[in-house]
Every structure is written in C-alpha cells, then in structure tokens.
Nanobody, 120 residues
Framework: QVQLVESGGGLAQAGGSLRLSCTASGIIFGIYTMGWYRQAPGKQRESVAAVTSGGTTNYADSVKGRFTISRDNAKKTVYLEMNSLKPEDTAVYYC??????????????WGQGTLVTVSS
C-alpha cells in the first residue's frame, strides 16, 4: 500500500518561513508530477506549485517569487519552501503525487493535509 505523509505545517508570523515535506512510502515503480495544493476556509482547493519528473516547475501567481517547490526522487519526497508568508497563505496544504505502484498501478494520491497558519 502506498501512503503519503506530510510534515512541516504550523504557525508562522507574516514575513516568516515554513517548509513542508511529503514522503511517499510503499512499493513504487515511478513517481511523476509532484505538487502542492491548498484549501483555505470557505474556499475551493487550489494548486500552489508542481514539479514534473523532469524538474519543470510551475507556480500559482499568488506564490511566485515566495515559494519554491523541489523534489528528491531517491527519498520519494517533495518539498515546499515558503518564504515571505502572508496571512492569506493560511490554509490546509495537501501534497499530490502521481505514481505507478505495486497493486494500484497508475494513481493520483493525496496527503492527509497539514495546516499552515500565518498571523499578521
């Protein structure tokens, strides 16, 4: 069974930084696009950043220049470095990974979510 475990959320002050991690475990044959989404209270889930297996990244306009996504394929981990945090970044952050794995084939998986709260 493939699982995603997120860590790194918490409370930060405006202008501060946090780093999120998401690690996949299980019998995984391949990991494709890895990304982060977020959902603020009363809002729809939105894409924040993604990185392809080839290393191409893309970001939501609202986080460009402040957030950096990266991946470590050997560790099956995706990171989100968040700098210059704003109160509007407050949300539950979810990692999203497309994998090919034993017993599930090609599948899109979601992490359990980690809360990021930015105080003004």
């Amino acid at each position: 069974q493939v699982q995603l475990v997120e860590s790194g959320g918490g409370l930060a002050q405006a202008g501060g930084s946090l780093r999120l991690s998401c690690t996949a475990s299980g019998i995984i044959f391949g990991i494709y696009t890895m990304g982060w989404y977020r959902q603020a209270p009363g809002k729809q889930r939105e894409s924040v950043a993604a990185v392809t297996s080839g290393g191409t990244t893309n970001y939501a306009d609202s986080v460009k220049g402040r957030f950096t996504i990266s991946r470590d394929n050997a560790k099956k981990t995706v990171y989100l470095e968040m700098n210059s945090l704003k109160p509007e970044d407050t949300a539950v952050y979810y990692c999203n990974i497309r994998v090919e794995a034993f017993s599930i084939g090609h599948r899109e998986l979601w992490g359990q979510g980690t809360l990021v709260t930015v105080s003004s």
